[in-house]
């Protein structure tokens, strides 16, 4: 069946860099996606990348996509205080109609 | 500003008193969807509209019903609310399902409490 998997908990100390795993089932996904959610918030896009691709950065976030393993990860470089949130996961097979989260991993961030 | 409106932001109810929770999209977005959040157990989806008066059952749709008479609301209506039911939940829109890098915008949640 379709799942997104992730760990539930990260902690790094302020000004290193996070990496946060998922591993994914559904090989057909064309795009793979981050949400961020902020304590007390609704889900944020983050980022995305298209399964064509290897590696996408944007400023302090690199995203890496292993097809072969299907397994993405999120780097968060110089991690701040802001960047405490829980970070989803998500896939969309390209035969459904619904976006699949992962649980959801917890940046916490030590000072 | 793009935003998806959620009403109310907290309830406190209490078992098999009906209630509805509104969710609005101002971006005429044909997808429009709802997820309950429970720790450890990430984002289910519970239904789901394609389009106005295009509904599906997601993962988890006992104990609720929604409507999509107009193509901005979606409200979610929990006829008889039981405990199990006390949650974090979230609507969301697009303008499809997914592909091509689509942006879901989610609400900001409303917290419900069953007693």
């Known amino acids: 069946g379709e799942d997104v998997e992730q760990s539930l908990f990260l902690s790094v100390r302020e000004g290193d860099s996070s990496v946060i795993n998922c591993t994914y089932t559904?090989?057909?996904?064309?795009?793979l996606y981050w949400y961020k959610q902020e304590p007390g918030a609704g889900l944020q896009l983050l980022t995305y990348i298209f399964s064509n691709m290897d590696m996408k950065q944007d400023q302090r976030l690199t995203v890496l996509l292993n097809k072969k393993d299907k397994h993405l990860s999120l780097r968060i470089a110089d991690t701040q205080t802001g960047d405490s949130a829980i970070y989803f996961c998500?896939?969309?097979?390209?035969?459904?109609?619904?976006?699949?989260f992962g649980k959801g991993t917890r940046l916490h961030i030590l000072p | 500003e793009a935003q998806v409106t959620q009403n109310p932001r907290y309830l406190i109810t209490v078992t098999g008193k009906k209630l509805t929770v509104t969710c609005s999209q101002n971006?005429?977005?044909?997808?429009m969807s709802w997820y309950r959040q429970d720790p450890g157990l990430g984002l289910r989806q519970i239904y789901y509209?394609?389009?106005?008066?295009?509904?599906d059952k997601g993962d988890v749709p006992e104990g609720y019903k929604v409507s999509r008479k107009e193509k901005r609301n979606f409200p979610l209506i929990l006829e008889s609310p039981s405990p199990n039911q006390t949650s974090l939940y979230f609507c969301a829109s697009s303008p499809k399902p997914g592909g091509t890098g689509n942006t879901i915008y989610f609400g900001e949640g409303s917290w419900l409490t069953v007693v």
């Open positions: 509209s394609m389009n106005v008066e295009v509904t």
């Open positions: 971006m005429n977005h044909e997808y």
């Open positions: 559904d090989s057909s996904s064309t795009y």
């Open positions: 998500a896939e969309i097979p390209n035969r459904d109609d619904k976006i699949i």
